[in-house]
């Protein structure tokens, strides 16, 4: 069960509205790489974990976090639409910046939504839950996580770095500060399930000697005759669970 | 911002499970008469909401015990996955309870999240957040709510019918209820407005005399010549806004 | 069976093509507010429905009547095509004007159709079949159909106040007293089956006495301890089908 | 404008419902090779066609057609879910056939639509409108429905084969005639034009000196060395534009 | 099984980068008319391929190149991409060429993929895969792919128009060229199973006698009474298999 | 530039084809777990990258090893098709066994591809794109990486579990040891550039001082209050990138 106190997790103040960067942001809303994503992500591990109770309550801690980030951003989102052009009209046409604006937007912020948010990404896609990761194996959804937020810090970062506007900047540090100690979190959950190269290869409970072993360590390549191979450490050395040369 | 006890709103228990249920419970998960759907439907009306703040408080309050409601379901799932079978081996297929049961299971129970709930409907098709209802309008975002509630208890109602097991039961008449009461709900948030009629034509807003009145009061009869109209209610009397006659 | 006179509903001009418009004009041929979406909607309620024939033959009715819609905004969206920019060239480019156009249109509208309609929303997202409710319970319907055209209608205003051309303005008056009287239209057919208080809860075939009654008419409040509750309709007075107190 | 006299086509009866059939019926409602798409896609080239007013009047006429086997194929199914199963109680699941019957069933033809027909495929799919191919060019257009055509009609077949209730076979035979027709008809439209020859390339307008000609009549192979060619009619012989030789 | 030379077909270059070109490019890509449908068409069709192996082997052989043109082209967005503006800065947007540019890319080749291409159309919606056709029906894919190359044709000829850029004007022209042929390539093949019209109708397998035949060679006209029907060669003359009479 | 020689990477054998097999096959084809996915997003992955061409060279010999994973599932799909039940006729769907199998398959194998492998996964949803994953950022992009193989291992693995098929099982047992190894490459390729901890956090790009620095290393309760923190590796010790204490 859940509750709200109504406040926002952390403060959101846009000086210049800017209906463009309003686009920019639904991509951290309802793109692949948002908060809607890893919001429904951890709460669908959370809720079918069958293992020990503190990876369940780290998943459903977060999951609850990550819906406030869903707020702030849609918050972010209605402020920066305050003052957007409503129409296509002669003079706002022939006004270059006006235009301009207009044909910048996600027109859906006016047309079915009355400025305010969508669950949608920057070019207007809704949000699909085939992108929810909850596949019963720790490891694997650990992994997921950690992938989620990098590809989610990695975008706040651009979206950091395409505005000047000071209240934008401000709430991205603090997502952004939040996507860090998540990529921590979940790795420190691999630590605290015996360290990554103990969970290699994943899934770590199919027996080995099942697989078609002559090619579990092995890089193949697939270049033409004649073509020198890649060659990396994914060619030489130990292999990273340790069990095997390459 | 939010916040979990880590309990169910209700409790779930499921006395037989029945993998061919959970598959059905997912509709009300992910399908378009689901849970998802209105828990992101109230979230996002109300980060969006410019008005009173009474309404907006409602609606959040409403969205996060819908999280709960996902919750219970999820919980549901997996609960009637418990001992499913995971094969389509010769001895299963020959069984014909045994195979007949995998035919109906959504396998990605099995594949993709090894028998826990996914964020998808009965059939599998995963939720997208084009359902998501929020035009910035507060009679039609009530009006979708009532709709949404409707269909979600037309939906509960069938499942109820359709299972035996009194665990199932127990929880969906609590959905029921709690359906029972949402339609209320939005529709008293209706009659704090001023009601029904006086919100039509939805939106309010629009000067009438500039619709093209000669056609706002109109059933218009499609049927080839010679063919009789269909006649009810909506073509004879009063129009229900007390504006003009049929 | 189906028939056409080969005629628009009512006649559609365009006195000044609009590339940036035309894209608009597509949330409401392809958009989840929009023409298909209640034209297959009004069809496949119709084809399914076993009651009294006036239902069906008024649903038979008003689908025939959407498909002309869908005609009226196709027209309307190739006549705003008319003359759009087809280049990226560089004197386009330098051109504030000619480029911000080519940048606010669908390009689609060029590169796939020739100039133009689609079946896609303003975003060029393309229109999504799972968005027809047709649940078989008569009022879950009508309420479903009253919230389409509401929400239908609130996009036809904004498209009107979007523009200022006088021909697309007449045709959007037309469309928008059309959306007045279906809202009336499915809330009478409410009224012919008994009336809204009548029908509720939706479904009204479940007895209620296997609801769990005690939260069948109980606001629930989630805020976290000490925050006061959303005061409102909703939680004093009279339920709104008569049978309980809030 | 459109209208309708509200009868069937051509009459469609089931004698023996089968809700599993009900399923694989739904593929030529909401499949990609279904009627859905076909209607739309008639629609929306006569809608966008600029060019002699008989092959908008064609399109036009036939895209009606096929709205009448929307309707045709929404009653078979409807037809078809007479006396489903409509649980999943122990004593369903312990009849093998019971039980057998509802596993293969679309679980929305119970849940979502209370035995009625869905915009869907047989796997309960959406119908989504990216399929209606549209391009502005007449003989691409004309080709498109010449494929469509043909898929239809393989898809109509292989339902004929799967049942063997007399009034579905009926039913099927008359589409399968229908379908006949319109392949003879989409490329009647191309000999109209000229041939299909005079209309290639698709599309003839581009002159063909600006092609890389060098490779505008050669079949590449991508074997690796030493694989002999694929050899046929495509690596010898005049090409069929009568332009050049393979 | 698969190798690569690590080169491209045909050389890329683009000697003015132009970000708004890289969203039209992207339909090329990503787009129902581009090139990863048509691989995936040609490959699926391959694998699932029964009759003899110099069809197989043709469509292997084709998919194969066609992947290769994904590979051009999202090498033509990467250029396109250079130089491209990565924020909404006040200074940008007072720019109007430099605004504008910004307004009319897709945001996710800044946010997503840091100036890269996508599986996407120029819309940004995501490449579907049902719009692989594959039937296992020869003639109905041959058909298919015909119109695959055609739509494919018709859109890089918009594309070649739409730029001024010698480099982007040298590629589309080699990609147009093998639409030419890979159109021929598919007549061809349906010249090598012994014409059209002994395909015709498409499936040939099914015994004409079964089909209702008062209806297979004859144009329905769904015009309101009075209006004259659609005349042409579809209602006059030999069919086009040889079969009958219009 | 690419080329095959028309032989499987390694032999496939179906002893007992088994129709609701090949439905579950479709999801290491068409799943987000699967092989298209992978496909891509290695491809999409090197056709944008911009750093040490020994990344790009892995990247796309990998890329087009998975290509032949498509196609021995495909092949394995079409084997397990062979001898399918292709009707609903009576006396089939009085067959427990016979009539069970119908039910469990995924129907278009029989309407759509006549018997072949499908883009789509095991609940006939087709292959969305929208999961292919290539950021620009090449710690994030190798960390999506191991994410799909370990997904993909985990749904092989359950594949190799669900079947008694001598010759499934030996392909199976081949394909999940190349997900072994590819797990190892792309973790080889963060040791290559210089190992997890120092890419942490992803982006290692942005300065750190710039984040909200105070919540950098802090995991967050939402608990409401009483509630005890879920305790662990990630609120106790020194974080992973070794730069503070949780
Ligand atoms: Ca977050
Ligand atoms: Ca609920
Ligand atoms: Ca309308
Ligand atoms: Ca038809
Ligand atoms: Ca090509
Ligand atoms: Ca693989």
Same mark, same amino acid.
């Given at each position: 069960?859940? *509750?709200?106190?109504?406040? @926002?997790?952390?403060?959101?103040?846009?000086?210049?509205?800017?209906?463009?960067?309003?686009?920019?942001? &639904? &991509?951290?809303?309802?793109?692949?790489?948002?908060?809607?994503?890893?919001?429904?992500?951890?709460?669908? &591990?959370?809720?079918?974990?069958?293992?020990?109770?503190? *990876?369940?309550?780290?998943?459903?801690?977060?999951?609850?976090?990550?819906?406030? $980030?869903?707020?702030?951003?849609?918050?972010?989102? =209605?402020?920066?639409?305050?003052?957007?052009?409503?129409?296509?009209? #002669?003079?706002?046409?022939?006004?270059?910046?006006?235009?301009?604006?207009?044909?910048?937007?996600?027109?859906? $912020?006016?047309?079915?939504?009355?400025?305010? =948010?969508?669950?949608?990404?920057?070019?207007?896609?809704?949000?699909?839950?085939?992108?929810?990761?909850?596949?019963?194996?720790?490891?694997?959804?650990?992994?997921?996580?950690?992938?989620? #937020?990098?590809?989610?810090?990695?975008?706040?970062?651009?979206?950091?770095?395409?505005?000047?506007?000071?209240?934008?900047?401000?709430? @991205?540090?603090?997502?952004?500060?939040?996507?860090?100690? $998540?990529?921590?979190?979940?790795?420190?959950?691999?630590?605290?399930?015996?360290?990554?190269?103990?969970?290699?290869?994943?899934?770590?409970?199919?027996?080995? %000697?099942? %697989?078609?072993?002559?090619?579990?360590?092995?890089?193949?390549?697939?270049?033409? #005759?004649?073509?020198?191979?890649?060659?990396?450490?994914?060619? %030489?050395?130990?292999?990273?669970?340790?069990?095997?040369?390459?």
């Amino acid at each position: 069960m859940y *509750y709200t106190d109504k406040k @926002l997790q952390f403060p959101v103040r846009v000086e210049k509205p800017n209906p463009v960067f309003a686009r920019a942001l &639904q &991509q951290a809303i309802g793109g692949v790489e948002g908060e809607i994503r890893v919001c429904l992500q951890y709460f669908f &591990q959370a809720w079918g974990a069958r293992g020990p109770a503190k *990876y369940r309550d780290m998943l459903l801690s977060t999951a609850t976090e990550e819906l406030g $980030h869903i707020e702030m951003l849609a918050t972010a989102v =209605a402020l920066n639409l305050e003052n957007a052009p409503l129409s296509v009209q #002669e003079d706002v046409s022939n006004d270059a910046i006006g235009g301009s604006v207009l044909n910048g937007m996600n027109m859906r $912020h006016i047309l079915s939504t009355g400025l305010a =948010a969508l669950p949608e990404n920057c070019n207007g896609v809704p949000f699909n839950a085939s992108h929810v990761y909850a596949s019963g194996n720790m490891a694997a959804d650990m992994m997921a996580n950690v992938t989620a #937020e990098s590809s989610g810090r990695v975008l706040a970062v651009r979206l950091y770095n395409m505005t000047d506007d000071p209240g934008m900047k401000e709430m @991205l540090s603090f997502l952004i500060a939040r996507d860090t100690m $998540h990529q921590q979190q979940w790795l420190a959950a691999i630590e605290d399930m015996g360290g990554l190269s103990a969970s290699l290869p994943i899934p770590n409970s199919f027996p080995q %000697e099942k %697989e078609y072993q002559d090619m579990s360590y092995t890089f193949i390549n697939t270049f033409v #005759e004649g073509l020198a191979p890649a060659e990396g450490r994914w060619s %030489e050395g130990k292999s990273l669970d340790g069990k095997a040369d390459f």
